[in-house]
């Protein structure tokens, strides 16, 4: 006996080290899970966690809902119903019971969050809160861009982004939000609230990135739609992906598939907005160009018709002196025509020597001096005050003369000579040429 051996025997696991190592094989063999059946042994005791058990017509197995998860549950599940749960497999060691740690609820067929959403589309579409004669135009391009979203989420860093590549010139102002969870929704209303009283952003998106059903539940509440329906600022919904739909896609002015979708909608490109200019800068200087031949053109055809008053002045001078030359040649030829003829007077008053006659040719040789003086004297001053008259005719017409006597040209900022009052508008530039010097004035009001 004393030479005998006892074999070694294997390490026992206790009870709790096997439940333990069987609950973490169940946790991470099924990662979650979907599982429908017959709701039963529902309980719901004060530290607010629900219990029941999920059976169909062979098995069953025990459930457990935490309290965290159970408060968006509407309606109440109740004995008897046929539910669709997700949630985690799992082992409650202190028993050994295999269980289901749910994390969401729905009946079976519809989920009741798709009820709620039906119900509640239904009822505000009812009120007329969908209707499209309600929605408002979203300025554009926008003096300033709120966004009601999570501060840390992946939608104010996309929206920031198309913005800073389209429009960085347009402020943006965050009202910070919780976009998931039960506080969510108040928190939401809150954000709205705060960007109307702030009253600087013209428009307001609003949303978040995407995620379940659950997770973009807030946006489905009633108390958001009416926020959004009652927003005094033009509002964009864009919430989730381009497939999720919410209330606050119905009830807002303008519905955007993703949060970047709604930066793209509400800004202008300033790429393309530079090339507009560019294409308007390259037009409005050809179109400068093209006036300028035009009034380039129709100034050297006016300058063409238009004579020098000087060279008018000279054509008249000219045609002065040659009428006194022709007035000078004419006296002296007349003069000449009167002398001849009085030698020949004398030559016959010589040939008749009666003292008589003489006397008479004496007395008459007189009177036709007197008459050849009177004659020369009176066509001398008949040719003077023709003189005369051409020079004042000339005169007249002259345009110094029309300047002198009170009279002026009135020319405009292009140098046109202005004949009608209405011609001008106030605040126009003149320029009025006097008989000496010249006057620059601007125009106050003009009468025809």
Request: hydrophobic letters at 40%.
């Amino acid at each position: 006996m004393d030479n005998f051996i006892t074999p070694s025997r294997p390490r026992a696991l206790t009870v709790s080290e096997l439940n333990h190592q069987v609950r973490h094989l169940l946790e991470t063999s099924f990662m979650q899970a979907w599982v429908e059946g017959e709701l039963s042994s529902f309980s719901r005791p004060s530290s607010g966690h629900w219990y029941f058990t999920l059976k169909d017509r062979k098995c069953q197995v025990r459930c457990a809902m935490f309290r965290g998860y159970n408060q968006r549950i509407r309606p109440l599940p109740k004995e008897g119903d046929q539910v669709r749960i997700r949630g985690k497999v799992s082992l409650y060691e202190n028993r050994g019971d295999y269980q289901i740690i749910v994390e969401h609820i729905e009946p079976a067929g519809l989920g009741a969050l798709q009820q709620a959403f039906e119900a509640l589309k239904q009822k505000l579409g009812a009120e007329g809160l969908f209707d499209a004669a309600n929605k408002r135009p979203i300025p554009f391009p926008p003096r300033h861009i709120g966004v009601v979203t999570s501060p840390t989420g992946a939608a104010i860093h996309d929206i920031l982004t198309v913005l800073a590549r389209r429009c960085p010139a347009v402020p943006v102002t965050l009202y910070p939000t919780a976009v998931q969870g039960q506080a969510a929704t108040d928190d939401i209303v809150r954000a709205i609230a705060a960007a109307q009283h702030h009253n600087q952003a013209d428009v307001l998106i609003i949303g978040r990135g995407g995620g379940s059903l659950e997770d973009l539940w807030c946006f489905n509440e009633e108390k958001v739609a009416r926020a959004i329906a009652q927003c005094r600022i033009p509002t964009v919904s864009a919430v989730g992906h381009e497939v999720d739909i919410t209330i606050a896609d119905f009830v807002a002015d303008l519905r955007a598939p993703t949060p970047s979708a709604a930066a793209e909608k509400i800004s202008p490109d300033q790429q393309e907005w530079l090339r507009r200019l560019d294409e308007l800068r390259l037009r409005l200087h050809q179109a400068v160009l093209r006036q300028t031949r035009r009034q380039k053109t129709s100034l050297e055809h006016l300058t063409a018709r238009l004579r020098d008053p000087r060279r008018e002045l000279q054509d008249k001078g000219q045609r002065l002196d040659d009428l006194e030359l022709r007035l000078k040649a004419a006296i002296a030829q007349r003069s000449k025509t009167e002398v001849t003829r009085l030698d020949h007077l004398a030559n016959r008053l010589l040939l008749q020597s009666p003292t008589r006659q003489l006397s008479q040719y004496q007395t008459l040789i007189q009177q036709l001096q007197e008459r050849l003086q009177h004659s020369m004297v009176k066509q001398l001053q008949r040719r003077q005050d023709q003189l005369a008259h051409l020079g004042q005719t000339l005169h007249v017409v002259s345009p110094l003369a029309t300047l002198g006597r009170g009279y002026a040209i009135v020319q405009d900022d292009r140098q046109n000579i202005v004949r009608q009052a209405g011609e001008l508008s106030a605040g126009d530039n003149i320029t009025a040429r006097l008989a000496r010097g010249t006057i620059k004035a601007t125009v106050d009001s003009s009468f025809d």
